[in-house]
């Protein structure tokens, strides 16, 4: 987790660093950023591809809350008999429960694999498209820098950053980039 702040600060230092020495090397390179993440939470088809992942990931916690009932279930009628069980029976019942236990450790294993290639088949598409996006704006446009302005998610300690601290509002590109997304319908 500390690796994952020191690399978020790294980005944030190394994005300051260029565009700082962009600006001293030629006043006139153009800076514009995007809020990727309000991209992501207002295209349509961005939050269609996530409902449907999310309605896949219903079924999958559905069937796994099925498997794991079935294993507590199991579990609870061992604790229950298990003074009454004979040695021989308690020792094969406890074998059966950890292979059980093994066996449901295993589909969550592979239904959260399964989940984010899911996810990833659904949304790499499109951030590829609003990738190429924002080079087609940037590019017709004539900007030397355009910054992923999002933030950067929560760290272990609490903190929360983003690679721009300041931004003048006129630099948002988020618009633009709207617009384009709409002309690709």
């Given at each position: 987790?500390?690796?994952?702040?020191?690399?978020g600060?790294?980005?944030?230092?190394?994005?300051l660093s260029?565009?700082?020495?962009?600006?001293?090397?030629?006043a006139?390179?153009?800076?514009?950023?995007v809020?990727?993440?309000?991209?992501?939470?207002?295209?349509?088809?961005?939050?269609?591809a996530?409902?449907?992942?999310?309605?896949d990931?219903?079924?999958?916690?559905?069937?796994?809350?099925?498997?794991?009932?079935?294993?507590?279930?199991?579990?609870?009628?061992?604790?229950?008999?298990?003074l009454?069980?004979?040695?021989?029976?308690?020792?094969?019942?406890e074998?059966?429960?950890?292979?059980?236990?093994?066996?449901?450790?295993t589909?969550?294993?592979q239904?959260?694999?399964?989940?984010?290639?899911?996810?990833?088949?659904?949304?790499?598409?499109i951030?590829?498209?609003?990738?190429e996006v924002?080079?087609?704006?940037?590019?017709?446009?004539?900007?030397?820098?355009?910054?992923?302005?999002?933030?950067?998610?929560?760290?272990?300690n609490?903190?929360?950053?983003?690679?721009?601290?300041?931004?003048?509002?006129?630099?948002?590109?988020?618009?633009?980039?709207?617009?384009?997304?709409?002309?690709?319908k």
């Amino acid at each position: 987790m500390r690796n994952r702040l020191r690399i978020g600060l790294a980005v944030v230092i190394g994005t300051l660093s260029i565009v700082a020495m962009a600006d001293s090397a030629d006043a006139q390179s153009k800076v514009g950023w995007v809020d990727l993440d309000r991209i992501l939470a207002e295209y349509e088809e961005f939050r269609t591809a996530e409902e449907l992942f999310r309605q896949d990931a219903a079924l999958w916690e559905a069937d796994f809350d099925s498997v794991q009932e079935i294993y507590f279930t199991k579990v609870e009628d061992y604790q229950k008999q298990r003074l009454l069980l004979s040695e021989d029976t308690r020792k094969q019942r406890e074998q059966e429960l950890a292979d059980m236990e093994r066996s449901v450790i295993t589909v969550k294993t592979q239904l959260e694999q399964k989940a984010e290639q899911r996810r990833a088949e659904l949304t790499n598409p499109i951030l590829q498209r609003i990738q190429e996006v924002v080079e087609l704006v940037a590019t017709e446009e004539d900007y030397d820098y355009i910054i992923n302005a999002s933030q950067i998610y929560m760290t272990p300690n609490g903190l929360q950053f983003a690679p721009i601290m300041y931004a003048k509002k006129k630099l948002d590109l988020t618009d633009r980039v709207f617009e384009e997304l709409g002309k690709l319908k």
